[in-house]
């Protein structure tokens, strides 16, 4: 099958500053692709560019095996490929159905009598959000109401009623607790089931080995590994994502010399 988001040798500078460079990574219908990396690894970058904010400056790009140089993040949309960021541009104050649709209102009536279908962005919001298994109380009630992990599930639900066929998560869980956490990778699973590619970009292999079926690990913009499921185990992702080698010899560098004891406690 062919990918459908697929980069291959990606690299991006900024002056002389080296962001990313030979990084790949590969999308595909019905998988959730992982990408890991701590704070400073190239994950924001990637992300940007698979969105269609930045330009790669090497490397190649293709959606669905054409080659391709996005200019904007509506082209990438309009080629299906929606990005969630972790502050989910959305207007607190709104409904929930306002959020829904925001910025592609349908709209009824001709001329000066023309208007918002505020009935059927109500109606459609209830029943996509249903269809993901997301049962709010009432559509009506301004989206900052809802709890952090029931904006992600909204925002994800909107990427796949507009015709998402990659939906990219930017670190969704980062600010979450356990509970909300478990709430938005049910969800994202659900987008996967229902045929999507999707890239979750997360610092917490954890989140990550329990819904992935590839990761791709970054670190200081190149590859540190890339493997399938079935290839490695969460703790030799917590491992690689932790520093592997450099923690252990961290490890090493703060033991305490043999013989000495801590002092005792008064």
Not at 241 to 255: D, F, I, R, V, Y
């Amino acid at each position: 099958m062919t990918p459908l988001v697929e980069l291959e040798g990606i690299s991006k500078f900024y002056g002389n500053i080296k962001a990313l460079e030979g990084v790949c990574l590969d999308v595909r219908a019905g998988e959730i692709t992982c990408v890991l990396g701590d704070n400073g690894a190239g994950k924001s970058t990637l992300i940007k560019i698979v969105a269609g904010l930045h330009q790669h400056d090497g490397g190649s790009y293709r959606i669905e095996g054409e080659e391709v140089r996005l200019g904007s993040p509506r082209e990438a949309l309009d080629r299906g490929i929606a990005t969630v960021y972790q502050d989910l541009a959305v207007v607190p104050l709104m409904p929930v159905w306002r959020n829904f649709f925001l910025g592609s209102e349908p709209r009824k009536g001709r001329g000066p009598l023309r208007r918002l279908d505020v009935r059927t962005m109500r109606e459609t919001t209830r029943a996509e959000l249903l269809r993901m298994g997301i049962d709010l109380r009432d559509v009506d009630q301004p989206i900052g109401t809802l709890s952090g992990g029931e904006r992600q599930c909204v925002a994800i639900a909107r990427a796949v009623y507009f015709g998402a066929k990659a939906l990219v998560l930017d670190e969704p869980t980062a600010a979450l607790g356990v509970k909300q956490s478990g709430v938005v990778l049910k969800y994202l699973a659900a987008a996967r089931d229902a045929g999507l590619g999707v890239v979750l970009i997360t610092h917490n292999p954890h989140h990550a080995h329990l819904v992935g079926d590839r990761f791709v690990l970054l670190k200081r913009g190149t590859m540190a590994g890339s493997h399938t499921k079935a290839e490695i185990t969460l703790e030799e992702l917590t491992r690689q994502m932790a520093g592997g080698s450099e923690l252990e010899q961290l490890s090493h560098e703060l033991s305490r010399p043999d013989g000495l004891r801590s002092p005792d406690r008064a």
